[in-house]
């Protein structure tokens, strides 16, 4: 009887120690490491800047908004998916809200006393939402377009890089918003 409950306790046992606050702190650490490597310094060149945040504002809302919604216009195949693009933008961004709002990570230019080299749209850090909301549209047309999915998804992980070397998030908080919009991309493909 007791063989049969094992792999139930050792699977709780498991999770607990994975979210051990011992655990939290070194992933916290990893992640301030990375973005102190990663952050532009404020003697990189202008050109530079000027580079990663015209990358950084094609994740923004102003950006994915219109690429999710213009090819609705259009018809026909992209039509299909637009509509999955713009429904995974809408739930990616719904859940990276409640979690900003709930979770109440410090942006990195609060919590180490660094600058940004943009502005900083809310006070909250974890996860990102130009990540999410770059994933949430290159990730519907990758997959209905396979011959362009390496340029799509690698425009999508450069946004998130864009995020962290301008000094605005952490490396950590890019993986989860790409994360949360791939699982949205996924859940509006199967219920389609």
Do not use: C
């Amino acid at each position: 009887m007791a063989n049969r409950t094992f792999p139930q306790n050792a699977a709780q046992a498991l999770v607990l120690r994975l979210m051990t606050p011992r655990l939290l702190a070194r992933l916290d650490a990893r992640d301030r490491a990375l973005y102190t490597r990663w952050r532009l310094d404020d003697a990189g060149t202008g050109l530079d800047r000027r580079v990663w945040t015209a990358l950084t504002h094609l994740g923004g809302a102003t950006a994915m908004i219109p690429a999710a919604l213009l090819p609705l216009l259009v018809g026909g195949a992209l039509d299909v998916v637009g509509s999955t693009a713009w429904w995974s933008v809408l739930l990616s961004h719904l859940i990276v809200q409640v979690m900003k709002r709930n979770l109440l990570r410090e942006r990195p230019t609060e919590r180490l006393d660094v600058d940004a080299h943009v502005a900083i749209p809310d006070k909250f850090s974890f996860p990102s939402g130009h990540s999410a909301g770059a994933m949430s549209v290159a990730f519907p047309y990758a997959v209905a377009f396979p011959q362009w999915a390496l340029p799509l998804l690698v425009f999508a992980v450069a946004v998130g890089f864009s995020r962290v070397r301008l000094g605005v998030h952490y490396p950590g908080d890019v993986l989860a918003g790409q994360a949360i919009a791939i699982g949205s991309g996924l859940l509006v493909l199967a219920l389609q």
